[in-house]
C-alpha cells in the first residue's frame, strides 16, 4: 500500500525556519512529480511548491524565494525547506504527487506565531 508520512512541523517565531520532510513507501516515488500542499480551516488545499522526476521546480507565488523544494529517490524522501516564515504561513501541510494522486496523509502542522 502507497503511503506517506509527513513530518518536521511545529511553532515557530516569524522569520524562522523549519524543514518538513515526506517519507514515502512504493516504487512510485522515483518516476513521480511531487509537491507539497497546505490547508488552513475553511479553505481549500492549495498546491505550495512541486518537484518533477528530474528536478525542476514550481512554486506559489506566494512563497517564491522563501522555500525550497528537494527530493532524494534514493530514500524516497521529499523535503521542503522554509525560511523567513511568516504568520500566513500557518497551515497542514501535505505531500503527495501532482497532481494528488494518493491517499492523504496525515499532514504536519506548522504554526508561525509570536
Known amino acids: 500500500q502507497v503511503q506517506v508520512v509527513e513530518s518536521g512541523g511545529g511553532l515557530v517565531q516569524p522569520g524562522g525556519s523549519l524543514r518538513l520532510s515526506c517519507a514515502a513507501s512504493?516504487?512510485?516515488?522515483?518516476?513521480?512529480?511531487m509537491a507539497w500542499y497546505r490547508q488552513t480551516p475553511g479553505k481549500q488545499r492549495e498546491l505550495v511548491a512541486g518537484?518533477?522526476?528530474?528536478?525542476?521546480?514550481t512554486y506559489v507565488d506566494s512563497v517564491k524565494g522563501r522555500f525550497t523544494v528537494s527530493r532524494d529517490n534514493a530514500k524516497n524522501t521529499l523535503y521542503l525547506q522554509m525560511n523567513s516564515l511568516k504568520a500566513e504561513d500557518t497551515a497542514v501541510y501535505y505531500c503527495?504527487?501532482?497532481?494528488?494522486?494518493?491517499?492523504w496523509g496525515q499532514g504536519t502542522q506548522v504554526t508561525v506565531s509570536s
Open positions: 518537484i518533477t522526476s528530474g528536478g525542476s521546480v
Open positions: 512504493g516504487s512510485f516515488f522515483s518516476r513521480s512529480q
Open positions: 503527495n504527487t501532482r497532481p494528488s494522486f494518493l491517499g
